[in-house]
Each structure stands twice: as structure tokens, then as C-alpha cells.
């Protein structure tokens, strides 16, 4: 049995109120290298805060969860920000550019927490650029891009640093059909090399190009025939 | 993350608002312009005043020669001092209780029906009386060497006893007579602005003086320039009599510095207040401006926060970007600040004084107070949940 990228046991997650709203209720799930997994739902049915937990950016209140191995939910908050940085990249529905930098400064982002080398982060940027299609946008900010360049240059961003999981939160939610064709054929692309993707989506078209689809309902994760 | 990094952030971060940057600066700029004003201006006017007012007093240093068997000062010892670095003039005197009051006639006739007699001051000088006084030859001129070395018997009058015995010309060669002899009156000095009671004296070269028990010199006058008066007044005692330096009495004016201090410690109290004040009001626009921007930059720092920024990290670049802002308030305030001075003195003809630590100093303070600042917004930053941020 290959090694999972994801391994969650028994993960409950709890937001405080009186009495405690339940977010994740037992989730258990595997998801291994390559794997594109989508994940659907109806809205506050728990798949942002799934997301949150996979990203390292919210803690589960009880269970396990192991990221490449590791686990993570007892482990301080500087390793998880370390393990987040290394390990994930994360593509938004609202791509998250800072508007002020360039495009290739925007994919550079990802490395300046990492402590990598600083000497080839330009060329590694390109490289992704290249990656996702946008060699001729290097130097664009990103308003002069259309919404589906958008989303490529934040793909790109999350896949410098090469990490092991990319998780998307509705990331063709703010494009048009054609764009969203263009970043979905992307996806199909990373995964055939090697990536593992969680998708969280609420779109028929985005969930059904995943090889797996699980349904979220009240906090409860199910596979989605 | 790399130094470089976190310069890179925080520069592109407040470049990024160029305008706001520049407008949140402006109230460090106020802040330290207005301390440098305030520092430099109270330097500048203090200097100035005691300039002003103490120019003469600043200058003057008084050797007084007690009385002795042996003459402890020589006529010719002044040269001494005049070679000293700092002395721009100096005459030795010789006064006596019984030259004080000395019957001097302008006419040879005694004529009952007019006031030609006068009891006046008979003093011996040094050549270099007029510049010692800081006097000038209303007419004539003073007896110089020659005079000494000839033994003539000339005299210079004070300006108001000329006006006393009625010597208004010397054309004719005037004389007066002091006790029973004729002496020729070659110069009338006046607008004296040291030792003015040498106004109403009869003037004479010591070799005449001699004959009124003017032998000793009992008092030597030195003008310095300025800032020099402390040094020559240890210096003088030692040129004019270097065996006997200790029993000469020198009087030197007070040191200047405790003057000007007493008017920066005036001017500096009252300004500095403002000068705090402003920079005060400077620190809350940062914290303000930082607090709002780090509100705006919600999701900016939420996505710092995913792609591996450690609180620390955010921390750190909120608080780079208030000091940067601080530090750039400070350089431009204390620019303003000196070129504000240097205008001031400009316009008031006065010599700039600046502490040169001050340039160093202000940018410092700017900084500093950028930092203190950016202290809150940067932890409300650095305490945001990224879940909750990129909300």
C-alpha cells in the first residue's frame, strides 16, 4: 500500500459556542500520492473547515491527522507553520495576489518563508510560470490579467517550493467556463505528475473531473458515488 | 527568512501605498523638524546672545600688578602677551594715588577770572593704550615708540578732559601743563569702551610718567578674541613675569558656556515640549495609519500566514515597515530642520550652531519612534488566526 499524503482518523472539529457547533464530525480519510480528490457539499456543511484542517490552518479539536506521515494536531504552532510552508500550496477562490507586485514576484512569495536559497528563487518562478502557461505575463501585474491567468499565477505560486498537497478552495469559482476549463485541464496535468490535489468545490464540472469524489453533509464526510 | 526578505516585504509593502506612506511620515518629519529647530535654534540665539552681550567682557582679561621693592612687570614685558595667540591688543598703565589728582593747566598764565586748572588723572601707558581700550584718536595720534625712545615730552589727552581745558584743535600744536612743565598734546582719545574713567585722564608715555611716580606698571589690559579670554588669562601672568606669575592677580570673565547654557536650558524647556508634542502626535498618526493598514491587509496577512510566515515573521515586517516610515520621517524632519536653521541664521545674519550628533540622532529618534508605534499593530498582525484572516 503506497504511503498516504492525508491520513485522517476519527478528526472532530468543534467551534465554541453554547452548546458547540460540530464542523468535522469522525472524519476518517486516506488520500495517497497522485490522488485528486474532490470534495462537495451544500454551503456550511464543514468542506472550509476540512480544508482548514488539511491546511494546517485550523487545529481539529480531537483525532489524528497525518500529513506525509507526520502528525500534525499535537505538534507546536511554528512546526505546523513550517510543515504548511514545505508541504502545501494553496490555490483560493479569490487567487490572493498582492496587486503591487508583478506576477513572477507574486509566485516568488512562496519562497520567502521557506529559507531557500535566494540565488535561483527568479528562475525556479519562471519555472512554474512555465509550468502553468504564463511565460509572456512574467512582468504583468496582476490586473492586466484575465481572471483564468489569475488563477494560473496562483497555482503557480502554490506549486513553487514543490509541495506534496495542493488544496483548492473553490478555485474556479470565479471563472468564466472557458478559464475554467483551461485551470481544471491544468489540475488533470498536475496530477498525471504527481501531485496530490484536494478540491473543495460545489460545482458538478469540477468535482466530476476528480478520480474521487466525497460529499460533506453536517460535518460528516462520505464517498460521493 | 532572510534579512534581505524581510527588507524586500517591507519596503514593497510601503511602496505599495506611496502616497499614505509619505502622508503617515509627515507627522514624524513635523515631529523631529520641529526638535531639531528647537535644539539648533536655542544653540544658535544662546551663542548669539552671549555674543551679543558679552562680546567685551568675553574679550577682556585685567592683569593687576601689586606694588613690590622690585618692579615685578616692565614696561617693554607687554610684547610678551602681544605675542601670544589669542591677544588682538594689550597696554600696560601705570596709575598712582598720587597721580589721581594732579593740577594740569591748559595756558601757561594763571588767569584768576577763568577755570583753566583742573585736578586730573595723570596716567601712564604703553603705546598700545588706544587698541587696549578699544578706544579711538578723536585727533592726533598716540606716542608710539619714538616718542619713548626720545623722551619726548608729549601727552594724549582723554576726550573729556581735552573738553575740560578746552583743547578742541591740534594744529597749533597745544600744550598743557602738568604741575610746572609744558607738555605737547599730540592726540585726543576717545569713544573708549573699556576703562572709560581714561576719559578724563591726562595720557603720558612712561619715560614723563616717570616724573609723577609713574615708574611701575600696576596694571596690564589684554582684548582676545573671542573664546580665548580663559586661556590668556592663564597664559599672561607667565608672559609678563614669568618669575613672579603667581603674585599677579588676573582678572578673566566668566566662562561664556554657563551664559549660553542658562539661554538653550530657557529656549530648549519651552520648545522641546513642542517639539515632543509634535513627535508625539507623529507616533499616534503611525500607529493609526499601521493599525488601519494591517486591517486592510487582512487577507494579505493570511496568506503569508498559509504559505509558511511565522507570526514572527508578520510581526517583524509590520514593525520594519513603522520604523522605516519613522526612520524616513526623521532623515526628512531633520533635513527640514537644518535647512531651517541654516535659513534662521541666514535671514538674522548669525553663525548656524549645530550639534553634529544631532543629524545622527534624529533619524535614530524617528525610527525609534516608527518602532514604538508599529509595536501594537504589528502584534495585532502577528496574533491573527490565518484561518480567520483569509476568511
Known amino acids: 500500500m503506497p504511503e498516504a499524503v492525508i491520513e485522517l482518523t476519527g478528526l472532530t472539529k468543534e ?8 464542523g468535522l464530525s469522525q472524519v476518517s480519510l486516506r488520500v495517497g500520492a497522485a490522488d485528486y480528490v474532490a470534495v462537495v ?5 464543514g468542506k472550509s473547515t476540512l480544508l482548514n484542517v488539511l491546511g494546517l490552518l485550523d487545529r481539529p479539536t480531537s483525532g489524528s491527522y497525518l500529513l506525509d506521515g507526520i502528525e500534525t494536531t499535537s505538534m507546536p504552532d511554528s512546526a505546523r507553520t513550517r510543515l504548511r510552508g514545505s508541504r502545501i500550496g494553496f490555490v483560493f477562490q479569490s487567487f490572493h495576489l498582492l496587486a503591487h507586485r508583478s506576477v513572477v514576484e507574486n509566485v516568488m512569495l512562496a519562497e520567502v518563508y521557506g529559507g531557500r536559497d535566494r540565488k535561483n528563487r527568479r528562475t525556479r518562478a519562471l519555472e512554474q510560470l512555465d509550468r502553468v502557461g504564463l511565460s509572456h505575463r512574467v512582468n504583468f501585474p496582476p490586473e492586466r490579467l484575465s481572471g483564468g491567468e489569475r488563477q494560473r499565477a496562483a497555482i503557480a505560486r502554490a506549486l513553487l517550493g514543490e509541495p506534496s498537497l495542493l488544496l483548492c478552495d473553490e478555485p474556479t469559482g470565479a471563472l468564466d467556463s472557458k478559464n475554467t476549463e483551461t485551470v481544471l485541464a491544468l489540475f488533470d496535468d498536475l496530477c498525471a505528475q504527481g501531485l496530490t490535489i484536494v478540491v473543495i468545490t460545489h460545482e458538478n464540472e469540477v468535482s466530476g473531473r476528480a478520480q474521487r469524489r466525497l460529499r460533506i453533509t453536517d460535518g460528516v464526510l462520505s464517498e460521493d458515488p | 527568512m532572510k534579512i534581505l526578505d524581510l527588507w524586500n516585504e517591507a519596503a514593497a509593502g ?3 501605498r506611496p502616497v499614505r506612506s509619505a502622508l503617515t511620515a509627515l507627522g514624524t518629519v513635523l515631529g523631529i523638524a520641529t526638535l531639531v529647530i528647537t535644539l539648533g535654534t536655542a544653540a544658535t540665539a544662546g551663542n548669539q546672545i552671549v555674543g551679543r552681550f558679552d562680546e567685551l567682557t568675553a574679550t577682556s582679561v585685567t592683569v593687576d600688578v601689586p606694588g613690590d621693592d622690585r618692579p615685578l612687570v616692565g614696561w617693554d614685558d607687554v610684547r610678551e602677551v602681544t605675542r601670544l595667540r589669542g591677544v588682538t591688543s594689550a597696554a600696560a598703565v601705570a596709575e598712582a594715588k598720587e597721580s589721581a589728582n594732579i593740577s594740569v593747566r591748559a595756558n601757561e598764565l594763571v588767569d584768576p577770572s577763568r577755570m583753566t586748572e583742573l585736578t586730573l588723572t595723570v596716567v601712564a601707558s604703553s603705546p598700545g593704550l588706544p587698541e587696549a581700550v578699544k578706544g579711538r584718536m578723536l585727533q592726533g595720534r598716540y606716542f608710539d615708540a619714538g616718542h619713548l625712545a626720545r623722551g619726548d615730552r608729549v601727552v594724549v589727552l582723554g576726550e573729556r578732559a581735552a573738553q575740560l581745558l578746552g583743547v578742541t584743535r591740534l594744529d597749533r600744536a597745544p600744550a598743557v601743563f602738568i604741575g610746572t612743565h609744558a607738555y605737547t598734546v599730540i592726540g585726543v582719545l576717545g ?4 576703562e572709560k574713567s581714561l576719559g578724563s585722564a591726562v595720557l603720558l608715555p612712561p619715560t614723563i610718567g616717570q616724573r609723577f611716580g609713574l615708574r611701575e606698571v600696576t596694571r596690564v589690559l589684554i582684548n582676545t578674541s573671542i573664546g580665548a579670554a ?3 588669562a592663564k597664559q599672561a601672568p607667565l608672559a609678563l613675569s614669568p618669575s613672579n606669575a603667581a603674585m599677579l592677580q588676573v582678572t578673566a570673565p566668566q566662562s561664556p558656556t554657563r551664559a549660553r547654557d542658562g539661554v538653550e536650558n530657557d529656549v530648549n524647556a519651552l520648545f522641546l515640549i513642542l517639539g515632543l508634542v509634535s513627535l508625539v502626535v507623529g507616533a499616534v498618526g503611525i500607529a493609526n495609519v499601521t493599525l488601519v493598514t494591517v486591517m486592510e491587509r487582512v487577507t494579505e496577512i493570511g496568506l503569508r500566514r498559509a504559505l509558511g510566515a511565522a507570526r514572527r515573521h508578520v510581526a517583524a515586517q509590520f514593525l520594519l515597515e513603522s520604523s522605516l516610515t519613522g526612520l524616513t520621517g526623521g532623515v526628512v524632519g531633520a533635513s527640514v530642520g537644518v535647512v531651517a536653521i541654516v535659513v534662521i541664521c541666514a535671514v538674522k545674519q ?6 553634529v550628533r544631532l543629524a545622527v540622532a534624529a533619524p535614530i529618534a524617528g525610527a525609534l519612534v516608527g518602532l514604538l508605534a508599529g509595536l501594537y499593530p504589528a502584534l495585532r498582525a502577528a496574533r491573527m488566526e490565518p484561518v480567520d484572516a483569509l476568511r
Open chain 1, 15 to 22: 467551534f465554541p459556542a453554547d452548546p458547540p457547533v460540530l
Open chain 2, 191 to 194: 569713544d573708549l569702551r573699556r
Open chain 2, 14 to 16: 510601503l511602496l505599495a
Open chain 1, 41 to 45: 457539499g451544500p454551503s456550511g456543511s
Open chain 2, 350 to 355: 548669525w553663525t548656524p550652531v549645530l550639534d
Open chain 2, 230 to 232: 580663559d586661556l590668556i
